[in-house]
């Protein structure tokens, strides 16, 4: 079965919090927000005002009639790096190695072409070993590890640089 990819909706804002707050506790620690994800207002608002911003957009991946992912990219609004887009990913503990993670970024890199970026860049922390094996295999090239560039409660923590080419 494949991942519908969509465009976040302001009523898809609980589903998004529960994922975020879900993913974030896990042990693994891959969310860089240890204080918490926003609320579930203030998500649906973040959400609104996304729609209307060129540089920005939210997909979600909806998988057995749920939303099991969320990608967050937003393109550089600077004129000299306007071709630059970052990305930040999400999935769901029980939908890891079906595709939704390949998914997403696959809609986040039709929408960066759509919008003119010719580059994405992503930062995986370095024990997160299947997020790595996904970038590696869809194309995406280590560049670096960013030294104590998370600050996170427990501390610093490194991440690793990757881009991709469009």
Request: proline share 2%; charged share 30%.
């Amino acid at each position: 079965m494949t991942a519908l990819v969509r465009n976040a909706e302001p009523a898809d804002a609980a589903a998004l919090v529960r994922l975020a707050e879900s993913v974030g506790a896990e042990e693994g620690g891959w969310l860089i927000a240890d204080g918490g994800w926003r609320s579930v207002s203030e998500e649906r608002r973040y959400l609104k005002a996304i729609r209307r911003h060129r540089y920005a957009a939210v997909l979600v991946a909806e998988l057995d009639g749920q939303i099991v992912g969320r990608l967050s990219i937003g393109r550089e609004s600077h004129p000299a790096s306007e071709h630059v887009a970052d990305v930040g990913l999400m999935v769901a503990e029980g939908y890891r190695r079906r595709g939704v993670g390949r998914a997403l970024m696959e809609g986040a890199e039709a929408w960066a072409r759509a919008v003119g970026a010719r580059k994405i860049e992503l930062h995986v922390f370095p024990h997160n070993e299947a997020a790595l094996a996904l970038y590696d295999q869809i194309g995406y090239r280590r560049v670096g590890t960013r030294h104590g560039h998370f600050r996170r409660s427990d501390g610093y923590a490194d991440a690793i640089l990757m881009e991709k080419e469009l």
